[in-house]
C-alpha cells in the first residue's frame, strides 16, 4: 500500500475519515475519566460524554476538566484536534476559550481552497460561540476576508452576532453596515440595519 501524501491545506479541513475526531475524544475521555472515573461505561448510544458530564459534573469538576482540555483547545487548528476539543469544551459550558486568533488564522488559509466549505462554517459557528469584546479585531479580520469560499461563513457570522449588542456597536465593525455584505439578502440587509443600535 502507498502512503499518500496529504496537502497541508487538506489536513485542516473537517477529517472524513474521522482520525481526528477519534483522538480528540480519546482525550476528552481520558480527562473525564480522571475527574470523574464514575462515568466510564456511561456512554449510551447517541448519548456524549459531554452531555453525561455537564448533566452530572460540579463546577469544580468542570473547571479540572476545562484546565486538562484546554491547551489542546488553545493552539492553532494546524493540530486538527484542537478544533473538536473547542467543540467539547463549549458543550460542557467553557466559552471564555482563547482560541479567536486561530479561527481567524484558520479560515484567512482556508478562504480560497475548494472544497472547505464544511470547514469554514464550522470556523463560523466556532467563532459565534466564542466572540466577546475582547477578541473583536479578529471578527473584523475575519469579516474583512475577500477569498472565494469564504463570503458563506462570513454570513453565518453577522447574522449569529448582530443579536448581540457589543458586536453592533463595535466602532470597528461599523463599516459592515454598508459593505458589500449589503443586498446580498433582505434577511443580511435587516441584520446590518441594526448594526450601531
Do not use: C
Not at 475524544?25 to 461505561?41: F, M, N, Q, T, W
Not at 460524554?49 to 452530572?56: G, L
Not at 469538576?61 to 467543540?87: G, K, N
Not at 480560497?112 to 466577546?132: E, F, H, I, Q
Amino acid at each position: 500500500m502507498t502512503a499518500r501524501n496529504i496537502d497541508p491545506l487538506e489536513r485542516r479541513q473537517i477529517d472524513s475519515t474521522g482520525e481526528n475526531g477519534a483522538a480528540a475524544s480519546s482525550l476528552l475521555y481520558e480527562a473525564i475519566r480522571k475527574v470523574r472515573p464514575d462515568l466510564v461505561g456511561e456512554l449510551a448510544f447517541n448519548v456524549s460524554y459531554t452531555a453525561i458530564f455537564k448533566a452530572e459534573a460540579s463546577e469544580e469538576e468542570v473547571a479540572a476538566v476545562d484546565a486538562l482540555l484546554r491547551p489542546y483547545a488553545e493552539r492553532s487548528f494546524a493540530d486538527p484536534r484542537a478544533r473538536y476539543i473547542t467543540w467539547y469544551l463549549i458543550a460542557i459550558g467553557i466559552t471564555d476559550l482563547d482560541v479567536a486568533s486561530h479561527i481567524a488564522d484558520d479560515m484567512e488559509l482556508l478562504q480560497n481552497v475548494p472544497g472547505a466549505r464544511r470547514a469554514l462554517n464550522d470556523d463560523a459557528d466556532l467563532m459565534s460561540k466564542v466572540a466577546s469584546p475582547d477578541n473583536i479585531q479578529h471578527i473584523d479580520r475575519v469579516l474583512r476576508l475577500d477569498g472565494e469560499h469564504v463570503r458563506d461563513a462570513q454570513l453565518l457570522i453577522l447574522v449569529d452576532m448582530v443579536g448581540k449588542k457589543f458586536f453592533r456597536q463595535a466602532p470597528e465593525l461599523q463599516w459592515i453596515k454598508n459593505s458589500h455584505f449589503r443586498g446580498e439578502h433582505p434577511r443580511m440587509d435587516k441584520a446590518l440595519d441594526r448594526m450601531g443600535t
